[in-house]
């Protein structure tokens, strides 16, 4: 059999957990496994912390071919590495070397074992969806898929927007908000969830729909079909607005219509057979913990 190629995402931001770049490769290399890195995060590594790599290739952008994307980080790392693997259906797993994520959710301590269970094939891939965002009357400069989120949101400290929202070409309402948050099921324990969005399971085929300090507190998060499309026409006293995808923001014009759709492909996510996603949810946000000291 062929050896396993893996193509390695990077925080190069974290100095301080280079002893778990080390031992990832220390791992990889025990399994005989063909490993490569991307640029931005190999430079990083040899230039700013002088780590001898001797075992691993490098690639540039999203020029690289694998059978598993590792993301080393957090949760944004993870996002980062989405959004590079795009449609090509290579599975991505998180290895977390900040807090608790729930993309990124395997610890360094479980290096050892998940890389064994992995070349036992004891794991499983999660098919997390992906919202898409299109725009008639201009182009969008970045890449305009979103694992977590697409937010509309004011430009400045200004005045708040107004986001006349349909569903299926049917009128819903008209946000006066500071912003509205269209999430996955993946990103409603994201910035979703900070505004007040709900938590909603993976796999539920829905997305959430949450105004950012909307003008009117009657106004409450709302669920929808995923297979449904939204469209958004946002007025603005500055005349432009943000548009931000996964944490990547641009600025579009007032008068853009916005259309949101889920995209045609999924992100593969790998889990181990013991991480459930209630255990994560009831440990990062401390359910059931007794704050009283």
């Not at 230039?47 to 001898?52: E, N, R, V």
């Not at 923001?249 to 593969?268: H, N, P, Q």
Request: net charge neutral; hydrophobic share 35%.
């Amino acid at each position: 059999m062929r050896p396993m190629k893996f193509a390695i995402f990077g925080n190069t931001y974290q100095a301080k957990k280079s002893t778990h770049v080390e031992r990832l490769l220390s791992i990889l290399d025990r399994h005989r496994a063909e490993v490569y890195i991307c640029r931005e995060f190999y430079q990083f590594l040899t230039d700013d912390l002088k780590l001898q790599i001797r075992q691993a290739g490098v690639f540039e952008g999203n020029d690289f071919e694998a059978d598993m994307v590792l993301s080393i980080g957090g949760d944004g790392t993870f996002l980062k590495a989405a959004s590079r693997v795009g449609s090509r259906n290579i599975p991505i797993l998180g290895i977390n070397t900040g807090r608790l994520g729930f993309l990124a959710d395997v610890s360094p301590e479980e290096m050892e074992d998940t890389f064994n269970d992995i070349y036992s094939n004891n794991y499983r891939i999660e098919d997390r969806s992906v919202l898409q965002v299109s725009c008639k009357e201009q182009e969008l400069k970045g890449y305009p898929f979103g694992l977590n989120e697409i937010a509309v949101l004011k430009r400045d400290s200004s005045s708040m927007i107004s986001i006349h929202t349909a569903i299926n070409g049917a009128y819903l309402t008209t946000y006066q908000a500071d912003g509205l948050v269209i999430a996955t099921p993946t990103g409603s324990t994201a910035y979703s969830l900070s505004i007040g969005g709900p938590v909603i399971v993976p796999h539920s085929n829905t997305i959430a729909i949450t105004p950012v300090a909307p003008h009117s507190l009657n106004v409450r998060p709302i669920v929808i079909n995923d297979d449904w499309e939204i469209t958004l026409d946002v007025e603005s006293r500055s005349h432009n607005f943000l548009i931000a995808i996964d944490g990547r923001s641009e600025t579009c014009r007032e008068g853009s219509k916005l259309t949101i759709r889920k995209a045609d492909y999924k992100i593969k996510v790998v889990k181990r057979q013991n991480h459930i996603f209630f255990n994560t949810l009831r440990n990062k946000m401390m359910w059931g913990a007794d704050g009283r000291g």
